[in-house]
Nanobody, 118 residues
C-alpha cells in the first residue's frame, strides 16, 4: 500500500499549487473509491493538523483555515486525490500529507513540502 504525494514547491503569497496523492498497491487498486481520503499538514514545530477530507461519496470537509481557498477532489479512476490551494499565505507553509481510511485502518503517505514566501 502506497500513497505518494507530489506537487509541493515554493510559491509566492497569493499564488496557487495543486497537490496530488496517488494510491497504489493491491489494497488500493480495487478499493480506492471506498476510502475516505484526506490532506493534513505539519508546520515546523507544530502538530500535524487536518486540512481537508473527502468521503467515498464525495462529501468534503475543510479546516477553517482552508475554507474558501482550498479544494479537495478525487478521481477514483486514477486512484488519486487532489488538493487545489489558492490564495496561499506564508502560514500555509508546511509538509502536506495525504491519508486514506477504510474500516478503521489508516494509511499515510510521505509528505510533500509547500513553502509560501511573503
Amino acid at each position: 500500500v502506497q500513497l505518494q504525494a507530489s506537487g509541493g514547491g515554493l510559491v509566492q503569497a497569493g499564488g496557487s499549487l495543486r497537490l496530488s496523492c496517488a494510491a497504489s498497491g493491491d489494497t488500493f487498486s480495487n478499493t480506492f473509491s471506498m476510502y475516505q481520503m484526506g490532506w493534513y499538514r505539519q508546520a515546523p514545530g507544530k502538530q500535524r493538523e487536518l486540512v481537508a477530507t473527502i468521503s467515498r461519496s464525495g462529501t468534503t470537509n475543510y479546516a477553517d483555515s482552508a475554507k474558501g481557498r482550498f479544494t479537495i477532489s478525487r478521481d477514483n479512476a486514477k486512484n488519486t486525490v487532489y488538493l487545489q490551494m489558492d490564495s496561499l499565505k506564508p502560514e500555509d507553509t508546511a509538509v502536506y500529507y495525504c491519508n486514506g481510511i477504510i474500516l478503521g485502518d489508516v494509511y499515510w503517505g510521505r509528505g510533500t513540502l509547500v513553502t509560501v514566501s511573503s
